[in-house]
T-cell receptor
Framework: DQQVKQNSPSLSVQEGRISILNCDYTNSMFDYFLWYKKYPAEGPTFLISISSIKDKNEDGRFTVFLNKSAKHLSLHIVPSQPGDSAVYFCAPRVYNQGGKLIFGQGTELSVKP | DSGVTQTPKHLITATGQRVTLRCSPRSGDLSVYWYQQSLDQGLQFLIQYYNGEERAKGNILERFSAQQFPDLHSELNLSSLELGDSALYFC??????????????FGEGSWLTVV
């Protein structure tokens, strides 16, 4: 069963515009939601996280929104830059199971100059 | 650079063989995690150790085992290898049990190819 779904395998955005990456989950036993960025043949790089008791967290160009009632979160990147082109993973952390993360399938973001 | 070091970066071995992947966590981090990324399964949690003790377990096969040593480095042992074990194996680390500042840092991964 897929507890975490990133329904868009890919997204293409013009440089300077907003990128919105979405993630849906079914499990209510997540206490933190992390976003990672990954380039081919490299390890995931941590971007930003949000606690399950918050609805928004912002860090520079990156903002994550959490809608608990809809079990949905989104990552906004504004303005998008060509260097943001990568695969983005939503990775909720399972409550009370150490640091176990459940990764979504990823969304490949392409930012065109 | 995340500060998590994995060796070897690439490994090719035959079916039925056994390999050991090694991970050095970031300085001061007590938790080590192992993840497997395969084409069909995506990134899957295997196991976590905290200060030498097993803390959480995922879908780790019985043919696989891991340990964390007193100096906090960790090894993932994969035995009786099958073609389907070919994957990218990531090690990650964090300061506390669940992540220092809720952040878990990943290494560059070890590419395992079973032929």
């Amino acid at each position: 069963d897929q507890q975490v779904k990133q329904n868009s395998p890919s997204l293409s955005v013009q440089e300077g515009r907003i990128s919105i990456l979405n993630c849906d989950y079914t499990n209510s036993m997540f206490d933190y939601f992390l976003w990672y960025k990954k380039y081919p043949a490299e390890g995931p790089t941590f971007l930003i996280s949000i606690s399950s008791i918050k609805d928004k967290n912002e860090d520079g160009r990156f903002t994550v929104f959490l809608n608990k009632s809809a079990k949905h979160l989104s990552l906004h990147i504004v303005p998008s830059q060509p260097g943001d082109s990568a695969v983005y993973f939503c990775a909720p952390r399972v409550y009370n199971q150490g640091g176990k993360l459940i990764f979504g399938q990823g969304t490949e973001l392409s930012v065109k100059p | 650079d995340s500060g998590v070091t994995q060796t070897p970066k690439h490994l090719i071995t035959a079916t039925g063989q056994r390999v050991t992947l090694r991970c050095s966590p970031r300085s001061g981090d007590l938790s080590v995690y192992w993840y497997q990324q395969s084409l069909d399964q995506g990134l899957q949690f295997l196991i976590q150790y905290y200060n030498g003790e097993e803390r959480a377990k995922g879908n780790i096969l019985e043919r696989f085992s891991a340990q964390q040593f007193p100096d906090l480095h960790s090894e993932l042992n994969l035995s009786s290898l099958e073609l389907g074990d070919s994957a990218l194996y990531f090690c990650a680390s964090s300061g506390g049990i669940g992540g220092s500042g809720n952040t878990i840092y990943f290494g560059e991964g070890s590419w395992l190819t079973v032929v």
